[in-house]
């Protein structure tokens, strides 16, 4: 182990900054990262072991104790419950003999949830020591434990058990229309960059990832920083939960997402660029290091770019499994080998971004978007959308309907014109913009995708009139609670309070004032969070409040007062100790009489 | 001329590069906290500094006092939030003041107290947490831990880097720069500042309990935001 730690650390220039990555490399072998690596690792780098341990702590696919050879998770988003998760997720503990959040006694397998893994159009899915397994059923099942039980090592598994479909169902002004390698910096360059700017502040071009920030504008800005050091970040870390555009357009796009970074760093000035990656996605890393290749060796990327003087290169970080990277100050910070803890602002990234130096963060599809724009020019990309919202939305959709997948939309249309698209009937509402985004009722269906009326980084899951509310409501506050980075108080200790409250109520213990108290609880939340995380966790509980509080108010006991805890599951445990079971050993809460 | 902000409607001067609660503070204003510490760079944690600037809520200690500002601070709104969020805190440890050696010397209890706290309100976590006794002149009881990382920038500035906060969400803990994980293993010394700057009764230095009996502590007398106050304005010896 000191051999490879050594190596690996001397592979990173025994950089602190590299440290996450470093870290997963040690996951990856050993399925841990044991105290042995920690010590040396703070040695080499040199760094204190806490800065490490905190680290490990921090993302989910790093482990201070050894998980199997076979590292199983099952994606735990709404989406993947829809189409049978728990049950599947139970066979497959059975087939191994194995529970879930656990490591078997042999210590072969270990199966465990996490968060979505953005295969919302074909799960449930599910990943094995990082490596993302879709359509799962009980065959594929059956051969996986067949697999795993025969100690059969991940690369001679059937390819067909990791095959990700891009699933692109209906391309519009963007995805018709690829760019040629190289297109978007020659247009850029003949034009002149100082017009190429213009050309996308002319576009109306605003950042894709949800907030809507114009993307000329922040360009501008960083380039209007004194200090000369500069990077360009691609943010590819899309936790949304049923968010899965970036996958595609990283897949089969990766050329124009990365002719737009570079076309960026033209504008910009910067030398260094970096596309973070989702840990999700470990199965796109290869690949696209072979696309930075190809580019380098066709003089896209590396020193004098196209001839034109221009020195940059891209590389690629892995995330490791927490969704709050995701926000632009808690990626870079990851960039930098730390917990993704969001930044206080002002500064902002575009000033003080990564290692410090002026930063542009922008979303895959912003990059995308642009370098199409530099080639087609400003009109082509206005004249489609908004006023307010120029161009198209590429959105991921998901849950009940007949064709999920991509679907690219000109801003303005309405959710009817997108329902009917993909072959959704007897919808009861739809989830716009993920979690964090709003619920919208059949009510609202003529409502538009746009920055002024449902903004949204593109996720749209789609529940029919089969599925409850409360189940909804209950797995995205979970999810919050459970991505909650922890630094500041409203949702470190909100989020877990939010969980507590909708748990009362969706098991039943609701009490009157227990509907008021979720409100307030969530508002709070809102209000005083330090990052986008908590200001949108309770935005499953406030919306779906504000559209059915009839229905809050129905799941509520008619009684004054309810404790927060079932009294007789309380007793459970001195039941067992005393071995006896019957009636007297039974209390009913008290008042409790319907 | 002097650029000025308002507070609750009252003017206060301010010099560049000053942030909200220092302006406040060098103008005898007291807007509640935990995490901030003068001497220290700022943390935006905790969030009791909440106040609502230009309709904005921003966190007082991170915020820089920009000229025309318009700023709220001692209202009822934000003082039923911020006791809102006092109480977060007290439910998400494990916090028993009367048995406390820190009950009127802490500052978490003191604010408790700032902002009419009567209750819990919201439903206790229970979450085992461990104590540390292993250090012969210091004891750690994680119960208490507000995780507002004073001790952990103390001890960065003492050279030594004994704290940190590891962990995730609900799950954070504070850990201890030792292979053993113990205290007693660590660089830490009863005289770092980091052994000292605990606002609650996360860090107590052994064999000096209730040396100052209950009735003559710090906040007996005061309260945290006249002594807060007297500090910051550097009326403290030291």
Known sequence: MKQFIQDLAEKHNNQEKQLLQILREIQACYHYIPEQAIEQLSGLLPIPRTRIIGVVEFYSFLHLSPRGQYELLISDCLTDHMRGKKKLTAYLAEKLDVAVGAVRKDGLVSLDNTSCTGMCDQGPAGMVNGYALTRLDRARIDRIADLINRREPLAAWPADLFYVDDSIAKPGLLLKQPIVQGAALRSAFKRGLKATLAEIDQSGLRGRGGAGFKTAMKWAFCAGEAQSERYVVCNADEGEPGTFKDRVLLNSFAHQVFEGMTLCAAIVGARQGFLYLRGEYLHLYEYLQEILHQRRQAGLLGTNILREELDFDIDIHLGAGAYICGEESALIESLEGKAGIPRNRPPYPVTHGYLGKPTVVNNVETFFAASAIAVNGADWFAQVGTEKSAGTKILSISGDCARPGIYEYAFGTTIQTVLNDCGATDVLGVQIGGPSGTFISSQEFDRKLAFEDLATGGSVIIFNESRNIFDIVHNFTHFFAHESCGFCTPCRVGTSLLKKQVDKIYEGHGSAGDVAALEELGQLIRVYSHCGLGQTAANPVLTTLERYPELYQNKLKKISYEPGFDLDGALDIARRLAQRDDAAAHLSQVGDHD | ?238
């Open chain 2, 1 to 238: 001329m002097t650029k000025t902000i308002t507070i609750d409607g009252k003017t206060i001067p301010f010099e560049e590069g000053q942030t909200i609660m220092e302006a406040a503070a060098a103008a005898g204003v007291y807007i509640p906290h935990l995490c901030h510490h003068p001497e220290y760079a700022p943390h935006g944690s905790c969030k009791l500094c909440s106040v609502t600037v230009n309709g904005r809520s921003c966190t007082a200690c991170t915020f820089p006092a920009l000229e025309g500002q318009e700023i709220l601070n001692d209202t009822k709104e934000l003082n039923d939030s911020r006791r809102r969020i006092t109480q977060m805190l007290f439910v998400e440890g494990n916090h028993l003041c009367p048995g406390c050696e820190k009950s009127g010397n802490c500052q978490l209890q003191a604010v408790g107290y700032y902002l009419n706290m009567l209750d819990n309100h919201f439903l206790h976590f229970f979450q085992p947490r461990e104590l540390d006794a292993s250090h012969p002149d210091v004891l750690v009881d994680r119960n208490r831990c507000i995780f507002c990382t004073l001790c952990v920038r103390a001890s960065h500035r003492d050279g030594k880097d004994v704290f940190a906060i590891s962990g995730r969400g609900i799950n954070k803990r504070l850990i201890f720069n030792s292979e053993s994980g113990l205290l007693k293993d660590t660089d830490l010394d009863v005289n770092d500042q980091a052994a000292h700057i605990c606002p609650t009764g996360a860090i107590l230095i052994k064999r000096t309990g209730f040396t100052v009996p209950i009735g003559e502590r710090l906040f007996d007398d005061k309260t945290i935001a006249e002594t807060s106050l007297d500090y910051e304005r550097g009326d403290h010896d030291g």
